[in-house]
């Protein structure tokens, strides 16, 4: 059963800051999707990463897969309040519908 | 465009009763439709997937089960809650499949008493 176990956990940090979190599978990922979930709503995705190596960027949000396809970073330049949210990575397992997602890291920015 | 609509968004109920949660989806056909349960704060756990009118994947072995009666209608049940079916539920969609984005409802917060 592949694992995806995501880092940190929990992130608090002040308004300007800059972070990363990380995601990790257990085996090769077939692609890679970063989601956001805000308090009491369901997850919007952010972006989808297909290639070793990729990078990918969403405004201050840059995304990476790992050349080896079994990790990925999200790094959030100049962090601002709006970013608050858990922060979910997933595998779209390829040759299945399923989509197996991420333990989250829950970001919360401090104005 | 498409929608999804999930309901009810808050439900209390005592252990041993049953259980229906509904969700439908507008503006497509045949889509790939999920429930996905939630712990506060953490990652989606994957209960059951469907890719047609009556066809049921599970990956969670519990006392509950789905439906799929419409195309784009799905139904999570259960005939006795427990304690630990509490948690967010989420409903959600893609076509086809691969690298096509889940779409996701507003959920349902169970909480079992």
């Known amino acids: 059963t592949q694992l995806l176990e995501q880092s940190p956990q929990f992130l608090s940090i002040q308004e300007g800051e800059n972070l990363t979190v990380y995601c990790n599978s257990s085996?090769?990922?077939?692609?890679l999707q970063w989601y956001r979930q805000e308090p009491g709503e369901g997850p919007v995705l952010l972006v989808t990463v297909v290639t070793g190596g990729e990078v990918k960027k969403l405004k201050r949000l840059t995304f990476q897969f790992g050349d080896a396809r079994k990790d990925s970073s999200l790094h959030i330049t100049a962090a601002q309040p709006g970013d608050t949210g858990l922060y979910l990575c997933?595998?779209?397992?390829?040759?299945?519908?399923?989509?197996?997602f991420g333990t989250g890291t829950r970001l919360k920015v401090l104005a | 465009s498409q929608t999804i609509h999930q309901w009810p968004a808050t439900l209390v109920q005592p252990v041993g009763s049953p259980l229906s949660l509904e969700c439908t989806v507008e503006g497509t056909s045949n889509p790939n439709l999920y429930w996905y349960r939630q712990a506060a704060g953490r990652g989606l756990q994957l209960l059951f997937y469907?890719?047609?009118?009556?066809?049921i994947s599970s990956e969670v072995p519990q006392n509950l089960s789905a439906s799929r009666p419409q195309d784009r209608q799905f139904i999570l049940s259960s005939k006795k809650l427990l304690l630990s079916d509490s948690g967010f539920y989420l409903c959600?969609?893609?076509?086809?499949?691969?690298?096509?984005?889940?779409?996701f409802g507003n959920g349902t917060r169970l909480t079992v008493t």
């Open positions: 085996s090769v990922f077939s692609s």
């Open positions: 959600a969609w893609t076509l086809g499949m691969g690298f096509a984005p889940l779409h």
């Open positions: 469907s890719v047609g009118i009556g066809q």
């Open positions: 997933a595998d779209t397992t390829s040759g299945t519908y399923k989509y197996i």
